[in-house]
């Protein structure tokens, strides 16, 4: 691959702090100590609550510190859940959150911040769109409550300043932006990270290794510090994937958050594997990766029984067989990549879904039984996706979205 790298650039440190590996949550009663936090507000879900020992692990380390908690955050994360979240942590007088889970709880735990600080409904605080789909990130001025994340799987959500929850009775996903949501310390903990089943780890892999792909395949005008990022996150997805298998392996599982961190930081840099970059609606996303995301936020929250991470394994080769004629660059990179001698779109497509199919990921979503109105009302949802449309770029290319959905399923 040959990179041509841009040397106008900025980037951003935030501070964080990480703790890693055997007995790494014993360090959270210091963390609250360092900034004098004494009323803790426990987000998870219900599995973690009822089916593993973390709760009550976490419940002992902070003692008289535990304000309150709240166990019903589910892994579609609906405004119904972060309301009363918002409420029962106003009700204890907490100073602080924790979030115990991975993408879904950590998600919902900046919107729970930002719900307590801010004035006014939800959707007066979340991403404004205009008449023409174009869309405004709203400034969020009120401090607010420092957030711990306790993980139980990779995901590049430990660590960010964005969120989104479904506001299902609007057809819509609730889009919020505010840097002052950052974690202030993440926790990657051997036995936490071994509460989740094997499923879930291997799904996060699974999206680590294509996160990781795209990445580095639209990487050719980044500029160093961004390449690096996207390089080293490539080398550990890509040895994850023999080794995810083993329950007693939690050190890839660390190695798996490691790499999803990186992703934030290739954003920090001057990246934006996320989509936008931050303050503008210029999409540096490039077409394969924005048509695979966009239809996975749609299938993920229209009730059609499929997650993200099952959409982005069945669809990601379909994308580059549709979609790979607008970046003949990024397609040429995914084949250096992926060792297959260059192909037309179609072939290198049918070559990834296969690669991931040897993997172990479904290569169809024919189980979702996906009707044609169906997939309508999920195309319609995920061009209100704003790190993938805010340009508005994707509007008139809803045949192609419709076609990746009706070729698997």
């Not at 055997?22 to 900034?35: I, K, N, Q, T």
């Not at 008289?64 to 955050?73: D, E, F, K, P, V």
């Not at 083993?246 to 490691?258: G, K, M, S, T």
Request: with cysteine; glycine share 8%.
């Amino acid at each position: 691959m040959t990179f041509n790298h841009t040397h106008n650039f900025r980037a951003v440190t935030h501070p964080l702090r990480i703790h890693s590996g055997e007995r790494a949550l014993e360090s959270l009663p210091a963390e609250l100590d360092r900034l004098k936090l004494t009323r803790a507000y426990i987000l998870c879900g219900r599995s973690i609550a009822l089916h593993t020992s973390l709760l009550d692990d976490i419940t002992v380390l902070l003692g008289s510190r535990l304000a309150g908690t709240c166990t019903a955050i589910g892994a579609d994360v609906d405004r119904e859940a972060v309301e009363a979240a918002a409420q029962g942590a106003r009700d204890c007088s907490a100073d602080c959150l924790i979030a115990i889970g991975a993408g879904s709880t950590t998600k919902a735990c900046r919107v729970v911040a930002i719900r307590i600080a801010e004035a006014g409904p939800l959707e007066t605080l979340a991403t404004q769109y205009d008449g023409s789909g174009i869309g405004r990130s709203v400034r969020l001025s009120k401090e607010k409550l420092p957030i711990f994340n306790v993980l139980t799987a990779a995901t590049t959500s430990q660590n960010r300043s964005g969120a989104s929850i479904k506001d299902t009775r609007a057809n819509r996903q609730l889009e919020f932006f505010d840097p002052k949501t950052r974690a202030r310390a993440v926790f990657w903990d051997a036995r936490a990270l071994q509460t989740a089943p094997i499923s879930l780890t291997r799904s996060a892999a699974g999206m680590e290794y294509w996160w990781a792909l795209m990445n580095l395949a639209g990487a050719r005008h980044e500029n160093p510090l961004v390449l690096a990022s996207r390089r080293q996150s490539w080398q550990i997805a890509s040895q994850a994937m023999s080794r995810v298998h083993d329950p007693e392996n939690w050190q890839v599982r660390v190695e798996l958050c490691a790499a999803s961190l990186l992703r934030t930081r290739d954003e920090d840099d001057g990246g934006a594997p996320l989509g936008v970059l931050p303050g503008s609606h210029v999409i540096r996303m490039h077409p394969i990766t924005r048509a695979t995301y966009m239809l996975g936020q749609g299938l993920a929250n229209t009730g059609s029984g499929v997650s993200q991470s099952q959409a982005t394994m069945a669809l990601a080769g379909v994308a580059v067989s549709v979609f790979g004629e607008f970046c003949p660059e990024v397609v040429q990179d995914i084949a250096r990549l992926l060792n297959i001698p260059e192909s037309n779109c179609a072939e290198l497509g049918d070559q990834l879904t296969e690669r991931l199919r040897n993997f172990g990921f479904a290569a169809d979503l024919r189980d979702a039984g996906l009707s044609a109105s169906q997939c309508e009302h999920i195309v319609d949802f995920a061009l209100r996706t704003f790190n993938c449309n805010a340009d508005g770029w994707m509007n008139d290319k809803t045949d192609k979205l419709l076609a990746m959905l009706a070729s698997v399923s």
